[in-house]
């Protein structure tokens, strides 16, 4: 299940099941959208990204779905492993301007 | 090659020294930034560099100092910092637009 609070929102599932990990993002002019993936002690890595053109792109065993109507932007994970624990952010961006990052969810994958 | 090199991968100062951050790539991008991470926290965008030359300051604090020296290199020079300045600091790069930015590994800053 998903807690939110003071800390970091985090994400439990258990191994061999499907994540999803939801973003809102603030700005309706933003037009290109990109998941980051954060293990401890390292920077973030690229997943997968999505233009504003699109509503829905698949990459291996991830897909991104986005709503540009309730502003919401999704990650999906199939079939979780132990390996992709970690913390997950959605960035936005605006042509011209820079990615402004989202808070982040920690995704717990349990065995 | 997609990678984004950062040194140190450790640094601790006190608040009298000066001290740089490297951060260096050889994927040809033109943007270039400068990222800092409070734990528990997203990025926050400090400074970017457009053809090396400073395009954006977040309203930085002047004891950090940003330079390019070329296409592929981006130093943060550091004096006088705060121990509220503890972090990780991050440097990206992309080919500018709307395109993905690679980041590297940071540099984990402790300020004593």
């Known amino acids: 299940g998903e807690s939110v609070g003071l800390h970091l929102p985090t994400l439990s599932v258990q191994e061999g099941d499907n994540s999803i990990i939801n973003c809102a993002y603030s700005n309706s002019a933003s037009d290109y959208f990109i998941w980051y993936k954060q293990e401890s002690g390292k920077g973030p890595q690229f997943i997968i990204d999505?233009?504003?053109?699109?509503d829905k792109r698949q990459g291996q065993r991830v897909t991104v779905l986005l709503n540009k109507t309730v502003k919401h932007l999704s990650l999906q994970i199939a079939a979780t492993q132990p390996g992709d624990s970690a913390v997950y952010f959605c960035?936005?961006?605006?042509?011209?301007?820079?990615?402004?990052f989202g808070p982040g969810t920690r995704l717990s994958v349990l065995p | 090659d997609t990678e984004v090199t950062q040194t140190p991968k450790h640094l601790v100062m006190g608040m009298t020294n000066k001290k740089s951050l490297k951060c260096e790539q050889h994927m040809g991008h033109r943007a270039m930034y400068w990222y800092k991470q409070k734990a528990k926290k997203p990025p926050e965008l400090m400074f970017v560099?457009?053809?090396?030359?400073?395009?954006i300051n977040e309203s930085v604090p002047s004891r950090f100092s940003p330079e390019c020296p070329n296409s592929s290199l981006l130093n943060l020079h550091l004096h006088a910092l705060q121990p509220e300045d503890s972090a990780l600091y991050l440097c990206a790069s992309s080919r500018g637009g709307n395109t993905e930015a690679f980041f590297g590994q940071g540099t984990r800053l402790t300020v004593v």
């Open positions: 960035a936005e961006n605006i042509v011209g301007q820079n990615f402004v």
């Open positions: 999505i233009r504003s053109n699109m």
């Open positions: 560099y457009s053809y090396e030359k400073l395009s």
